[in-house]
C-alpha cells in the first residue's frame, strides 16, 4: 500500500504525526508511508480568480506537488490538531484551492481515507473532526475511519491507552472491504454526524447539505434526510458542480460590465 498521511499540525513530531505513523505500523505489511507536514508547505490563499477551472492556477506554490501525491496515493490518513475548537488554518487554506479536485476525479472517487482530530482536553475538539473530514468528502474519497484522539504533550497519544486502542481500531477499518455502518443516529445521505437544527424538527447536515428531520421513536432517535440538490460529494455530483462553476464563469464573463456598474456605486471606503 502507497500510503500518504497528511498532517495539519505545526508541531514536529508531534501528536498529528505520531497517530498517523502508529497506524501505518498496524497495518498489514508491505506499507510504504510518506507524510506531507502541510504547515511546511508553501500553499497560497485562493485568489478568487477562477483560470484554474479552463486552465492552471496561476499560483507558483506547492499546491500541485501535495495533490499529485494525493492523486498517487492508494489511501490517506489526515490528521490536524484543534486550534480553538477547529482544525488548524493549513487544512482549510488547501482545501480553498479545492476548485481542482474536479480535474481529478477518477483518481479520487471512492479512495479509502481515515479522518484524525488531536486534542488537548476532552471535548475540546469542536468542529475540528468535521474539517478533516470535509477535505475527504470533498475530495470524492471514501471516509473508512474517523476519530478525535485526546493527547496535549507531544507524545501522549502514544502512552495512552484509549489512543492507541483508537489508531488500532482506524488501521482495521481503512483496510476492510466491508463498508461498516455510520454512526447512529448519523445523516442517511453522507453518514455525517454534524447538523444545524433549524426549527421544529428540522436539520440540516453540515458535512453535505442534505436536509431532513429528526424525531424519536421507541426511545431512539431516528434521522431521517436528503441528499441536496447540488453538492461537492461523490464522482457524478463532483463533475456536475465542475460544470456548473464553469458556466458561472462564462455567465460572469458575459455580465461582467452589468455587475461592475453595479459594484461601483460601492467603490473605495475608509480601510485598516
Known sequence: MELLGIV?????????????????SMLPPPVRLRIVRL???????????????SGDCPQKDDFGTVMAAIVSADALIVAAPAYLRGPNSSLQRFLDRGL????HVAALDGKPALAIAVAGVRDGEGYTLLGVENLLMGMGMAVKG???IRAALPGEALLSEEAMASAAALAEALVDPVPRPAASP????????????RGGNRVYC?????GGSVDAEDGKVRLRTVPPAQSWRGDASMQAHGEWLREMRERYLRERSRLKEAALRYAGGEFI
Open 186 to 197: 448519523s445523516c442517511t445521505a453522507c453518514g455525517g454526524t454534524y447538523f444545524e437544527f
Open 39 to 53: 504547515v511546511e508547505k508553501d500553499i497560497r490563499p485562493c485568489k478568487a480568480c477562477y483560470r484554474c477551472l
Open 206 to 210: 453540515l458535512l453535505c447539505g442534505a
Open 8 to 24: 495539519a499540525s505545526p508541531r514536529k513530531m508531534g501528536n498529528c504525526e505520531l497517530i498517523v505513523k502508529a497506524v501505518a
Open 146 to 148: 474517523r476519530a478525535v
Open 100 to 103: 481542482h479536485f474536479w480535474k
